[in-house]
């Protein structure tokens, strides 16, 4: 299976910033996904990650909100800008391995 | 669109018991597969057991297996022998064959395995 090391596990932030998390994996893919899963609740996509072109989000996320990098067929990175404590969620990265998809470990975001 | 439903948003099973986790879903595309995660408390998402619309045998890995029942839209997760570090967050998720690729989550189902 695909190892996928997600970075950092868990941060705690002040309002006002902002957070860039890692996804490396250890083979080339395609799309790279960023899903986002606020307390108690279920996992929501944030947007798709095509390396050499411009991600593509989902219904009520904005790239100015989340930008996404993908430089390369094994990295991405999320940012999650002018955070506020609404923000506090769990970030997974996802990437499938043939028909099975694989997650990070999960950066656990707190904002204060 | 697709849906998933998950029922039981919290279940309990004795040590060394068999439990089922119920999964049903909706979507008009023939061709879809069918996944169920394990979310500890850390916050990982692991991987536990893949179907795909397609496949002829029910899914089986190690101690999961996959009720996979087509014609009612259904895909329980059947967990033998429960163990103490069975308690955890249980997913269902599916994923439409195209290019959205995407997974549509079903609201978990919290198992506690007790003594």
């Known amino acids: 299976s695909a190892v996928i090391s997600q970075k950092p596990s868990r941060d705690i932030c002040q309002r006002g910033t902002s957070l860039t998390i890692q996804c490396q994996v250890d083979?080339?893919?395609?799309?790279m996904f960023w899903y986002r899963q606020q307390p108690g609740q279920s996992l929501t996509l944030i947007a798709t990650?095509?390396?050499?072109?411009?991600?593509?989000?989902e219904s009520g996320f904005v790239i100015d909100k989340f930008p996404i990098s993908r430089p390369n067929l094994t990295f991405s990175t999320l940012t999650v800008s002018n955070m506020s404590p609404e923000d506090s969620s769990i970030y997974l990265c996802?990437?499938?391995?043939?028909?099975?998809?694989?997650f990070g470990q999960g950066t656990r975001l707190t904002v204060v | 669109a697709q849906k998933i439903t998950q029922t039981q948003p919290g279940m309990f099973v004795q040590e060394k018991e068999a439990v089922t986790l119920d999964c049903t879903y909706d979507?008009?595309?023939?061709?879809?597969?069918l996944f169920w995660y394990k979310q500890p408390s850390s916050g990982e998402m692991i991987f536990l057991i893949y179907?795909?619309?397609?496949?002829?045998q029910n899914a089986t890995e190690g101690r999961y297996s996959l009720n996979f029942q087509k014609a009612r839209k259904s895909a329980n997760l059947v967990i033998s022998a429960s163990q103490l570090g069975d308690s955890a967050m249980y997913f269902c998720?599916?994923?439409?064959?195209?290019?959205?690729?995407?997974?549509?989550f079903g609201t978990g189902t919290r198992l506690q395995v007790t003594l």
């Open positions: 996802s990437v499938y391995e043939g028909t099975e998809a694989f």
């Open positions: 083979s080339q893919v395609t799309m």
């Open positions: 990650a095509n390396q050499g072109s411009e991600a593509t989000y």
């Open positions: 979507t008009s595309d023939p061709s879809y597969g």
């Open positions: 179907q795909g619309s397609y496949d002829q």
């Open positions: 998720a599916m994923r439409v064959t195209g290019t959205a690729s995407k997974l549509t």
